[in-house]
């Protein structure tokens, strides 16, 4: 394909895109060429709102004056610092505020630049905490069905989603899952945690009785599963993860980088949930999108345990050549700073009820299975065509963005709303309108 306009590029073949279906992309392109606030716009133009804050990750909106300008001052001061036995002064001061914003004694952070690295991080950071320890045989790793946990061999092993995982080959030794979360028949146009599920959580205590806690290093959740199609814990699921893994001296890691910074009204789920994992790995929004980042908050009695031997030996044999870049560090201050002073993780609590009426009124619409909200998130269960699964809700994610000007996400089927915390309440509204009428559209 060729174009003569300046902001399109002239040829869509050498660009593999990432989870996509490059074949009917490159026939009709979604093409992104700026944004502001709420919006993109494609290079013609045309005003596209994001219902999805780009990819759950630009939770203060688009191109922010503040922290546009810190990315820029960043780059003309100091461009790449060596993260291996030097550092440079924002990365220990984000360190300091993400540890802030977090619960407990989360109180140390472990520079990553994706919620994949960070996941693979963790994991090795149970594995090797029980090592030192003299408790090496806790090898074993237990995830969840339908969870998401990136794309590296340790988020896929430990990962739940189908898709991701078939093709590519044994994965990681010794992992577990916990059944998933959900059940239509007794969940359905649920807001917020369902009432019914929490005693799934006790199937980790079979999974236990089946391997001996001695083999058992960690258990990693979604606080709220995202990706698979946005599954709430339903009441007291956590907790009960949380006593059974005290139970037997395992470690509980959140993975919280989509429910991170504001998303379910809290900078972190654990906070909403009041339990308090052992690790929890963010990314996306920390920045905002901005410049990629992600990482992994430690509690202090493992980040400790590390510190110990001779001084001048490494402790952990582990990090990313980008740890800690600046720009990201920069971007992350900034994009704190401008949390903090419109207060979004309050402002996205005190929206959750208009969010989750505005979702829930669609319910009588053709082809509506469930609708589940949560915090500033919605997922809406369409009916799949027969024989053909996906297929409504690529069609609704095509009219979305050619005809209705929105930007929305699919998970198969499954419609999700995850905007902006910036959203006035005239835009949710506005959203809720447009995914009417999508879901009329691919009727
Ligand atoms: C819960 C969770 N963990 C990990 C990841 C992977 O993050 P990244 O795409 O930055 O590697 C995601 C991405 O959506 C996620 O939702």
Known sequence: MTTSHPNVPNDLEAFWMPFSSNRAFKKAPRMIARAKDMHYFTPEGRPIIDAVAGLWCCNAGHQRDE??????????????SPPFQFAHPK?????????????GDLDHVFFTNSGSEAVDTALKIALAY???????????LIGRERGYHGVGFGGISVGGIVSNRKLFGGL?????????????SKQAFTRGEPDWGGHLADELDRIVALHDASTIAAVIVEPMAGSTGVLPPPTGYLERLRAIC?????????DE????????GFAFAAERYGVLPDMITFAKGVTSGTVPMGGVLVRSAIHDAFMRGPEHVVELFHGYTYSAHPLACAAGLATLDLYAREDLFVRARGLEEKFGDAFQALRDLPNVLDIRTIGLVAAIDLAAIDGSPGLRGYRAMEHAFHEAGLLLRVAGDTLVATPPLIISEEQIAEIAGKFADVIRAVA
């Open 67 to 80: 922290i546009v300008a810190a990315i820029q001052a960043q780059a003309a001061e100091l461009d790449f």
């Open 257 to 264: 980088v989509i429910s991170g910074f504001g998303r379910l």
């Open 246 to 254: 005290d139970k037997h001296g395992i470690l509980l890691i959140f």
């Open 172 to 184: 990681l030794n010794g992992v577990d899952h916990l059944a998933s979360t959900y059940d239509r």
């Open 91 to 103: 990365a220990f001061q984000l360190a300091t505020r993400i540890a802030a914003l977090a619960p």
């Open 130 to 140: 029980h090592n030192i320890r003299g408790e090496g045989a806790r090898q074993r």
